[in-house]
């Protein structure tokens, strides 16, 4: 299996070109929208994805400098939950070299990314997922060396377009912490809508944009996307793409759909390796790093 991506990365020139090209084909837009169900691999589908030229929001990894601090900003690095991922993800996968990443919900490529620290000092690539558009700005400006797309993550194994709320900026010094929360909107509690914004989001199964990377083989599957973390767990063809630890948030519903959360993702191949209240960490059950005994 290909581990990785085999997308050749374009000259500093049209990388920049192309985080300036944010306007979308909206003529394929709409005609691939039209065609009601999409394969994963629907070769339009994908073209529309790889050809920046055509209207396709998969940008580049950046050749230029990182633009990101080293400070503890908000000091975001003390949090419980930034540090159990971290403890985890520094454990199992931080001797390893050039592995490949996707995180679901990266804001601006900075404030809480557990993969950062992998991209800079490992020589992993990976893929970011932004749906929110101030936020996608942002992350391209940091200049992260992984490929980015503004979308939000279909819960339907299926392209769709829905509304995105953004969450109000409640802290002034940081928009990205102020971004977390943004959700699908209908996610969003009745009390909240009165507060906030709504843009429209195109919804895209990550198994298309993984196959229009070439991607067959992901080390760390990052899934923080507000509520929409089953369907896209649950939709994703792991017999074809082979993922070896997911790192996802699942708000607190309960002890009945928490166990079933459990046993759904179980049922993909993996056990669970430790959780924190609302967030998890699962790994593959024949990862070859790891031999899980029984689940809890």
């Known amino acids: 299996m290909t581990r990785g991506t085999k997308l050749q990365q374009q000259q500093d020139s049209t990388h920049n070109k192309n985080h300036h090209a944010h306007t979308p084909n909206h003529d394929m837009e709409e005609e691939l929208l039209k065609q009601g169900w999409t394969n994963t691999t629907d070769p339009h589908l994908l073209k529309w994805l790889k050809e920046a030229d055509g209207g396709g929001r ?8 990182y633009n990101v601090t080293d400070h503890n900003y908000g000091h975001f690095k003390d949090f419980g939950v930034f540090k159990f991922y971290e403890k985890h993800i520094t454990k199992l996968l931080s001797s390893k070299v050039s592995g490949f990443f996707v995180e679901a919900g990266a804001l601006d490529g900075y404030i809480l990314s557990n993969t950062l620290i992998l991209e800079r000092f490992r020589a992993w690539s990976g893929l970011l997922v932004e749906p929110r558009p101030d936020m996608f700005q942002q992350l391209l400006q940091k200049q992260r060396k992984a490929f980015a797309a503004r979308f939000c993550l279909a819960e339907k194994p299926y392209l769709y377009k829905t509304k995105f709320w953004l969450s109000p900026d409640f802290v002034k010094d940081n928009i990205a912490f102020g971004a977390v929360g943004s959700r699908v909107y209908d996610k969003v509690q009745a009390a909240e809508r009165e507060s906030g914004s709504l843009v429209n989001v195109l ?32 939709n994703f063809p792991f017999h074809q793409i082979t993922v070896d630890m997911l790192a996802v948030e699942r708000k607190d519903k309960g002890q ?41």
């Open 203 to 234: 919804c895209i199964p990550v198994a298309s944009l993984l196959t229009a990377l070439d991607v067959t083989y992901v080390d760390l599957f990052v899934v923080d996307v507000e509520g929409s973390e089953w369907g896209v767990l649950d």
């Open 58 to 65: 998969v940008f580049q990894p950046s050749l230029r400098p």
């Open 256 to 296: 009945e759909d928490r166990k079933a959360f459990i046993k759904m993702v179980r049922s993909k191949g993996f056990g669970l390796l430790d959780s924190l209240k609302e967030d998890y960490i699962f790994i593959r059950k024949i990862a070859e790093f790891l031999v899980l005994e029984d689940d809890p």
